[in-house]
T-cell receptor, first 116, second 115 residues
Framework: GAVVSQHPSRVICKSGTSVKIECRSL??????MFWYRQFPKQSLMLMAT?????????EQGVEKDKFLINHASLTLSTLTVTSAHPEDSSFYIC????????????FGEGSRLTVL | KQEVTQIPAALSVPEGENLVLNCSFT??????LQWFRQDPGKGLTSLLL?????REQTSGRLNASLDKSSGRSTLYIAASQPGDSATYLC??????????????FGKGTKLSVIP
């Protein structure tokens, strides 16, 4: 199946710093990528939809100035958590659909962010 | 607003048993439904994708069914193995009024297969 690579898999940072997470589709092009956040024992929650060549679409309650998303190319989307705080500690996962939007979704391995 | 519920939250079975995981959703106007597997601390692996026009999909020992009218899907795992131990997530794909596609996830069923 298709491969989506996410990096880094784990990151620990101090409060107030910014952290960038990369999501790459390795063997297909993705005009759209999705970013999710998962708290322990909770379901995945969609944070934003990343669109190549245009601004990301954020879900209600997600601060766009805190979670910066850039979809630089058809194979790369980045999520930057700016001025991270302990409450931002979570598991962040990206996904990309194969083919058109609404197609089968392939997920990255996820990134575990711990803010001290 | 679409809500997805998975029952049971956790399930423990002896190796070799057949088992069924349940997923229900509140809005039957779905585009597709996807089952995923998540190992601890890992991302999601797609298992099966069922389009709204389909009733079931099969892959190896896995069979997923979809009854859109009743808002239900089941994931059947035959002859379970310890390697099947993981959390299984059901996700319903819908298009919003604005035309954007969105997946809504259940909280998952944590499966433990005992050797």
């Amino acid at each position: 199946g298709a491969v989506v690579s996410q990096h880094p898999s784990r990151v620990i940072c101090k409060s107030g710093t910014s952290v960038k997470i990369e999501c790459r589709s390795l063997d297909f092009q993705a005009t759209t990528m999705f970013w999710y956040r998962q708290f322990p024992k909770q379901s995945l929650m969609l944070m934003a939809t990343s669109n190549e060549g245009s601004k990301a679409t954020y879900e209600q309650g997600v601060e766009k100035d805190k979670f910066l998303i850039n979809h630089a190319s058809l194979t790369l989307s980045t999520l930057t958590v700016t001025s991270a705080h302990p409450e931002d500690s979570s598991f962040y996962i990206c996904s990309a659909p194969m083919g058109k939007e609404g197609g089968e979704l392939f997920f990255g391995e996820g990134s575990r962010l711990t803010v001290l | 607003k679409q809500e997805v519920t998975q029952i049971p939250a956790a399930l423990s079975v002896p190796e070799g048993e057949n088992l069924v995981l349940n997923c229900s959703f509140t809005d039957s106007a779905i585009y597709n439904l996807q089952w995923f597997r998540q190992d601890p601390g890992k991302g999601l692996t797609s298992l099966l994708l069922i389009q709204s026009s389909q009733r079931e999909q099969t892959s190896g020992r896995l069979n997923a069914s979809l009854d859109k009218s009743s808002g239900r899907s089941t994931l059947y795992i035959a002859a379970s193995q310890p390697g099947d131990s993981a959390t299984y997530l059901c996700a319903v794909g819908t298009y919003s009024g604005a035309g954007s596609y969105q997946l809504t996830f259940g909280k998952g069923t944590k499966l433990s297969v005992i050797p």
